[in-house]
T-cell receptor, first 118, second 114 residues
């Protein structure tokens, strides 16, 4: 069973540019969550999607957005990049139900996309 | 809302020694608790989880954790560590009912030396 696949694994951008990161969840998983990981702030929740709907969003500016497609694949976009956006962006999928989050449906993480903003 | 405090940012230990990584949480509702491990240049891998039942939870790679509701703690232990256990360990919490996302602690770097 293939795991969570994130592309690209590494990328370098300059300030002001935008970036799109892609995540393919485990087959059959309908929920996709995104986290930003930095040395200073640790793991911070960005958003969670289920059935193409964003169900929750973390405390990030509007420059951070995402979407989910009908096949459960997800993308996140960061516009007008800032130096502080340099981070490891992690995607995780879960066989979550439509009604509530059950801790029994644990998150399976991808290897991440490491973004460096110069 | 839930929060997690990992009391040590770094824990150095010698190979074959026991280790304990500490985690305390805060929540006004019942919770589920998790430990994840992250090896260099990789994503997070689930080590173990507490959902209900026995407060002593066994996970992969010989790790175990004990849920202590009165102390609001979920410390991770291993009786004898290996060099290959060198990694960053994250404690996480979610509410056990209703909609909830995972909230992570800031991580503890376990450094195992020969």
């Amino acid at each position: 069973k293939a795991g969570v696949t994130q592309t690209p694994r590494y990328l370098i951008k300059t300030r002001g540019q935008q970036v799109t990161l892609s995540c393919s969840p485990i087959s059959g998983h309908r929920s996709v969550s995104w986290y930003q990981q930095t040395p200073g702030q640790g793991l911070q929740f960005l958003f969670e999607y289920f059935s193409e709907t964003q169900r929750n969003k973390g405390n990030f500016p509007g420059r951070f957005s995402g979407r989910q497609f009908s096949n459960s694949r997800s993308e996140m976009n960061v516009s007008t990049l800032e130096l502080g956006d340099s981070a490891l962006y992690l995607c995780a999928s879960s066989p979550i139900s439509s009604q509530f989050f059950s801790g029994a449906n644990v998150l399976t993480f991808g290897a991440g996309s490491r973004l460096t903003v110069l | 809302a839930q929060s997690v405090t990992q009391l040590d940012s770094q824990v150095p230990v010698f190979e074959e020694a026991p280790v304990e990584l500490r985690c305390n949480y805060s929540s006004s509702v019942s919770v589920y608790l998790f430990w994840y491990v992250q090896y260099p240049n990789q994503g997070l891998q689930l080590l173990l989880k507490y959902l209900s039942g026995s407060t002593l939870v066994k996970g992969i790679n010989g790790f175990e954790a004990e849920f202590n509701k009165s102390q609001t703690s979920f410390h991770l232990r291993k009786p004898s560590v290996h060099i290959s256990d060198t990694a960053e360990y994250f404690c996480a919490v979610s509410a056990s009912s209703g909609y909830s996302t995972l909230t992570f602690g800031k991580g503890t770097m376990l450094l195992v030396s020969p």
